[in-house]
């Protein structure tokens, strides 16, 4: 069973992070209703529901004060629930609320994108790598910690969810093609998973992105923190298929969504293959 321990179980105030005991009393009550009936629950921290109040504060996911914010989130929730949760689930499908919050026609909060028609404000062409890099460096600071304080006691695993449309080629006899949609995967899945996995961005977004693409080390600064291999399992979720063609270089590519039954064996085969 699938559910998520949100920000309800902490206030923020003025800039310090505060228990909320009615919300820990509630997910305390509905983690135990769930074992009494003989259901293992997934708890996953962050399911796009970030506090207003650290929008305002210093701007939300778009800030490194959001790393260590989820950080004291996360010790609240190991510490309070982590005595009956064997499995965790740090954020759930980062792609899509960086991509749709912060690009594209911001569609998700917090609604900023480069189209002035859509939104008050934003950079597509670069807050979505910011805000995604950062949510990268709170999933790996909160695995850190969990195996550092409470994996060995608890003995529960931990991990991030992510999702990733197969991306197949408009004209599979066109190396064009072929080649865009390796790079859409890259973009989509490679985004979150690479790094995880290599402890780096795949080299075309590197190539592609340039400077608007965050670098780091293989370790946080300050932190015992190793980047790559920074999870206990991977959840993939995958939803449609989108055709793929190749278009001039720095213009947005035609794709059309379908339904292909194929299309969640292929992108399960290429996270096995690739990662």
């Known amino acids: ?38 259901i293992e629950p997934y708890v996953t921290l962050y399911h796009w529901d970030l506090p207003q109040a650290l929008q305002d504060e210093y701007g939300g996911w778009l800030s490194e004060n959001i790393i260590d914010d989820f950080l004291s989130f996360a010790d609240t929730c190991f510490a309070s629930f982590g005595d009956r949760v064997k499995h965790w689930i740090t954020i759930n499908e980062p792609y899509n609320f960086v991509s749709q919050g912060y690009g594209g026609f911001g569609t998700q909060a917090p609604g900023r994108c480069s189209i002035r028609v859509k939104c008050s404000e934003g950079d597509s062409k670069i807050e979505p790598y910011i805000a995604g890099h950062n949510a990268l460096m709170a999933h790996i600071s909160v695995v850190a910690l969990y195996r ?14 992510l999702d990733s449309r197969w991306y197949e080629p408009l004209n599979e006899t066109s190396m064009d093609d072929l080649e865009a949609s390796g790079r859409a995967l890259d973009f989509h899945l490679g985004w979150f998973l690479g790094p995880l996995v290599f402890g780096d961005y795949p080299s075309s977004m590197r190539t592609l992105v340039r400077d608007s693409l965050p670098s780091f080390q293989n370790r946080i600064p300050g932190r015992r923190v190793w980047v790559n291999g920074s999870f206990d399992f991977i959840g993939l979720n995958h939803y449609t298929t989108t055709y793929v063609q190749a278009g001039r270089p720095s213009y947005v590519s035609a794709s059309f969504s379908s339904i292909n039954p194929d299309g969640r064996f292929e992108v399960s085969c290429t996270f096995v293959i690739l990662y």
């Open 1 to 38: 069973m699938h559910i998520d321990s949100q920000y309800h179980g902490l206030e923020y105030i003025q800039g310090t992070v505060n228990m909320y005991y009615p919300g820990i009393d509630h997910y305390n009550a509905v983690i135990d209703a769930l074992l009494s009936k003989g």
């Open 148 to 161: 550092e304080k409470y994996q060995a006691q608890q003995r529960g695993s931990i991990g991030i969810c």
